[in-house]
């Protein structure tokens, strides 16, 4: 049974930093692309970032810079290292994989992913 587990979350001041991790059971994150989304009350939910099988990262254009996206294939855990945070990114963050070895086209489209955790709420104020 696949599970994935958010934690992390917290509320912080603008400039602050927070680092997400997202442990899972039931796959091998070196098989999965793995991403992270947020969703904001009244918003779609929108890819953050994600991270291939080979590695290779992408990034939401409000978040390059600031976010880091990175997995530990032994210990089968996803993190997003989040700087200098903005109230903007006020939202539930919710981790995904997708099937073993699939071919994501667009990592930001949910539907890519078959796995999702329960979130955990980043809070930014000013």
């Known amino acids: 049974q696949v599970e994935l587990v958010e934690s992390g979350g917290g509320s912080v001041q603008a400039g602050g930093s927070l680092r997400l991790s997202c442990a899972t059971s039931?796959?091998?994150?070196?098989?999965?692309?793995m991403g992270w989304f947020r969703q904001a009350p009244g918003k779609e939910r929108e890819g953050v970032a994600h991270?291939?099988?080979?590695?290779?990262?992408s990034y939401a254009d409000s978040v390059k810079g600031r976010f880091t996206i990175s997995k530990d294939n032994t210990k089968n855990t996803l993190y997003l290292q989040m700087s200098s945070l903005q109230p903007e990114d006020t939202a539930m963050y919710y981790c995904?994989?997708?099937?073993?070895?699939?071919?994501?086209?667009?990592?930001?489209?949910?539907?890519?992913?078959?796995?999702w955790g329960q979130g955990t709420q980043v809070t930014v104020s000013s």
């Open positions: 995904a994989a997708s099937l073993p070895w699939r071919n994501v086209m667009d990592w930001r489209n949910p539907e890519q992913y078959a796995y």
């Open positions: 039931g796959l091998h994150v070196y098989a999965r692309v």
């Open positions: 991270i291939d099988t080979d590695m290779s990262t």
